[in-house]
Protein backbone atom coordinates (compact mmCIF):
# COMPACT_ATOMS: atom_id res chain seq x y z
CA UNK A 1 0.00 0.00 0.00
CA UNK A 2 0.91 3.55 -0.75
CA UNK A 3 0.21 6.76 1.52
CA UNK A 4 -2.11 8.20 -0.79
CA UNK A 5 0.59 9.78 -2.78
CA UNK A 6 1.33 8.63 -6.52
CA UNK A 7 4.36 7.14 -7.30
CA UNK A 8 6.86 8.17 -9.86
CA UNK A 9 6.98 5.53 -12.71
CA UNK A 10 9.85 3.92 -11.84
CA UNK A 11 8.52 3.51 -8.02
CA UNK A 12 5.30 1.96 -9.52
CA UNK A 13 7.28 -0.43 -11.92
CA UNK A 14 10.16 -1.40 -8.70
CA UNK A 15 6.40 -1.92 -6.75
CA UNK A 16 5.01 -4.14 -9.32
CA UNK A 17 7.94 -5.98 -9.73
CA UNK A 18 7.95 -6.99 -5.92
CA UNK A 19 5.01 -8.01 -6.23
CA UNK A 20 4.55 -9.91 -8.99
CA UNK A 21 8.04 -12.04 -8.04
CA UNK A 22 6.15 -12.46 -4.07
CA UNK A 23 3.35 -13.71 -6.14
CA UNK A 24 5.24 -16.35 -8.14
CA UNK A 25 7.18 -17.65 -4.87
CA UNK A 26 3.87 -17.81 -2.79
CA UNK A 27 2.20 -19.66 -5.95
CA UNK A 28 4.69 -22.09 -5.95
CA UNK A 29 4.59 -22.39 -2.46
CA UNK A 30 8.37 -21.46 -2.21
CA UNK A 31 10.11 -20.97 1.36
CA UNK A 32 12.59 -17.86 0.46
CA UNK A 33 13.99 -15.25 2.93
CA UNK A 34 12.53 -11.61 2.82
CA UNK A 35 15.19 -10.47 1.26
CA UNK A 36 15.07 -12.58 -1.71
CA UNK A 37 12.24 -10.87 -2.83
CA UNK A 38 14.10 -8.27 -3.92
CA UNK A 39 16.68 -10.51 -5.92
CA UNK A 40 13.82 -11.89 -7.44
CA UNK A 41 12.30 -8.87 -8.83
CA UNK A 42 15.32 -7.41 -9.73
CA UNK A 43 15.34 -4.73 -6.85
CA UNK A 44 17.62 -3.76 -4.64
CA UNK A 45 16.67 -4.36 -0.67
CA UNK A 46 15.92 -0.74 0.49
CA UNK A 47 13.79 -1.24 -2.32
CA UNK A 48 11.72 -3.40 -1.07
CA UNK A 49 11.55 -2.31 2.58
CA UNK A 50 10.61 1.10 1.47
CA UNK A 51 7.48 -0.71 -0.16
CA UNK A 52 6.90 -3.30 1.95
CA UNK A 53 8.20 -3.30 5.30
CA UNK A 54 7.17 -7.07 6.07
CA UNK A 55 6.30 -10.00 4.69
CA UNK A 56 2.57 -9.81 5.81
CA UNK A 57 2.56 -6.37 4.36
CA UNK A 58 3.93 -7.70 0.70
CA UNK A 59 1.61 -11.23 1.17
CA UNK A 60 -1.33 -7.89 1.35
CA UNK A 61 -0.48 -6.58 -1.57
CA UNK A 62 -0.17 -9.82 -3.42
CA UNK A 63 -3.61 -11.05 -1.43
CA UNK A 64 -5.19 -7.44 -3.03
CA UNK A 65 -3.99 -7.86 -6.43
CA UNK A 66 -5.49 -10.99 -6.52
CA UNK A 67 -8.93 -9.93 -4.78
CA UNK A 68 -8.78 -7.15 -7.68
CA UNK A 69 -8.21 -9.95 -10.87
CA UNK A 70 -10.89 -11.66 -9.43
CA UNK A 71 -13.29 -8.55 -8.96
CA UNK A 72 -12.03 -7.58 -12.96
CA UNK A 73 -14.16 -10.65 -13.66
CA UNK A 74 -17.31 -9.65 -12.47
CA UNK A 75 -17.29 -5.80 -14.29
CA UNK A 76 -17.10 -6.33 -18.04
CA UNK A 77 -19.30 -3.94 -19.57
CA UNK A 78 -20.40 -5.58 -22.72
CA UNK A 79 -22.03 -8.63 -20.73
CA UNK A 80 -25.31 -8.59 -18.77
CA UNK A 81 -25.10 -8.92 -14.81
CA UNK A 82 -26.30 -12.55 -15.24
CA UNK A 83 -23.27 -13.18 -17.68
CA UNK A 84 -21.10 -11.26 -14.86
CA UNK A 85 -22.19 -13.61 -12.22
CA UNK A 86 -21.52 -16.49 -14.55
CA UNK A 87 -18.31 -15.43 -15.45
CA UNK A 88 -17.24 -14.35 -11.80
CA UNK A 89 -18.13 -17.49 -10.40
CA UNK A 90 -16.39 -19.90 -13.28
CA UNK A 91 -13.53 -17.45 -13.05
CA UNK A 92 -12.75 -17.71 -9.73
CA UNK A 93 -12.94 -21.64 -9.22
CA UNK A 94 -10.40 -21.52 -12.36
CA UNK A 95 -8.38 -19.11 -10.64
CA UNK A 96 -8.06 -20.86 -7.39
CA UNK A 97 -7.63 -23.94 -9.55
CA UNK A 98 -4.79 -22.82 -11.16
CA UNK A 99 -3.37 -20.77 -8.05
CA UNK A 100 -4.01 -23.08 -5.31
CA UNK A 101 -0.03 -22.77 -3.65
CA UNK A 102 -0.86 -18.93 -3.88
CA UNK A 103 -4.16 -19.17 -2.51
CA UNK A 104 -3.34 -21.78 0.36
CA UNK A 105 0.44 -19.63 1.29
CA UNK A 106 -2.09 -16.62 1.44
CA UNK A 107 -4.63 -17.91 3.38
CA UNK A 108 -1.35 -18.57 5.98
CA UNK A 109 0.73 -14.99 5.70
CA UNK A 110 -2.31 -12.54 5.02
CA UNK A 111 -3.77 -10.64 8.07
CA UNK A 112 -7.24 -11.59 8.65
CA UNK A 113 -8.58 -8.00 8.55
CA UNK A 114 -7.06 -8.06 5.23
CA UNK A 115 -8.90 -10.50 4.17
CA UNK A 116 -12.13 -10.09 5.63
CA UNK A 117 -11.50 -6.54 3.72
CA UNK A 118 -10.84 -8.68 0.44
CA UNK A 119 -13.79 -11.10 1.18
CA UNK A 120 -16.45 -8.19 1.64
CA UNK A 121 -14.99 -6.93 -1.62
CA UNK A 122 -16.32 -10.04 -2.75
CA UNK A 123 -19.29 -10.65 -1.09
CA UNK A 124 -20.53 -6.71 -2.68
CA UNK A 125 -19.83 -7.76 -6.18
CA UNK A 126 -21.77 -10.86 -5.87
CA UNK A 127 -24.55 -9.15 -3.68
CA UNK A 128 -24.81 -6.26 -6.92
CA UNK A 129 -24.78 -8.93 -9.75
CA UNK A 130 -27.00 -10.93 -8.03
CA UNK A 131 -29.55 -7.80 -7.52
CA UNK A 132 -28.84 -6.68 -11.03
CA UNK A 133 -29.27 -10.16 -12.46
CA UNK A 134 -32.36 -10.40 -10.54
CA UNK A 135 -34.20 -6.92 -12.20
CA UNK A 136 -32.91 -8.29 -15.51
CA UNK A 137 -35.03 -11.51 -14.59
CA UNK A 138 -31.59 -14.03 -15.30
CA UNK A 139 -31.44 -14.51 -11.64
CA UNK A 140 -33.88 -16.00 -8.84
CA UNK A 141 -34.82 -13.14 -7.21
CA UNK A 142 -34.48 -15.37 -3.81
CA UNK A 143 -30.79 -16.29 -4.31
CA UNK A 144 -28.94 -14.61 -1.17
CA UNK A 145 -25.72 -13.41 -1.21
CA UNK A 146 -24.87 -15.62 1.47
CA UNK A 147 -25.36 -18.66 0.39
CA UNK A 148 -22.85 -18.05 -3.43
CA UNK A 149 -20.32 -16.99 -0.80
CA UNK A 150 -20.73 -20.04 1.68
CA UNK A 151 -20.40 -22.12 -2.25
CA UNK A 152 -16.99 -19.93 -2.86
CA UNK A 153 -15.36 -20.45 0.73
CA UNK A 154 -16.06 -24.23 0.40
CA UNK A 155 -14.31 -24.23 -2.72
CA UNK A 156 -11.27 -22.10 -0.97
CA UNK A 157 -11.45 -24.51 1.89
CA UNK A 158 -11.48 -28.18 -0.16
CA UNK A 159 -8.32 -27.54 -1.72
CA UNK A 160 -6.49 -31.01 -0.09
CA UNK A 161 -9.20 -33.18 -1.55
CA UNK A 162 -8.52 -35.24 -4.24
CA UNK A 163 -10.51 -34.29 -6.90
CA UNK A 164 -11.18 -30.47 -5.48
CA UNK A 165 -10.79 -29.18 -9.10
CA UNK A 166 -13.58 -31.57 -10.87
CA UNK A 167 -15.55 -31.00 -8.04
CA UNK A 168 -15.14 -26.93 -7.35
CA UNK A 169 -16.05 -26.73 -10.84
CA UNK A 170 -19.28 -28.73 -10.56
CA UNK A 171 -20.15 -27.31 -7.66
CA UNK A 172 -20.55 -24.26 -9.64
CA UNK A 173 -22.56 -25.55 -12.31
CA UNK A 174 -24.51 -26.51 -10.01
CA UNK A 175 -24.76 -23.45 -7.97
CA UNK A 176 -25.71 -21.39 -11.16
CA UNK A 177 -27.85 -23.85 -12.40
CA UNK A 178 -29.73 -23.01 -9.09
CA UNK A 179 -29.22 -19.64 -9.26
CA UNK A 180 -31.27 -19.20 -13.15
CA UNK A 181 -34.50 -17.46 -13.06
CA UNK A 182 -37.18 -20.48 -14.00
Known sequence: ?????????????????????????FDRDEQVRFDDF?????????????????REALAAAVYEGEVA??????????RSAGENLVAFLRGFVEHVVAHAGLARTLAAVV???????????????????????????????????????????GIGSAIERPLWASESRAAVELLLAGLRAA
Open 1 to 25: MTDGRALRADARRNREAIVAAARDV
Open 38 to 54: AARAGVGVGTLYRHFPT
Open 69 to 78: ALLDEAGDPT
Open 111 to 153: DPAVQVAGGSELERTVADLLARGAADGDIRDDATVGAVMIVLH
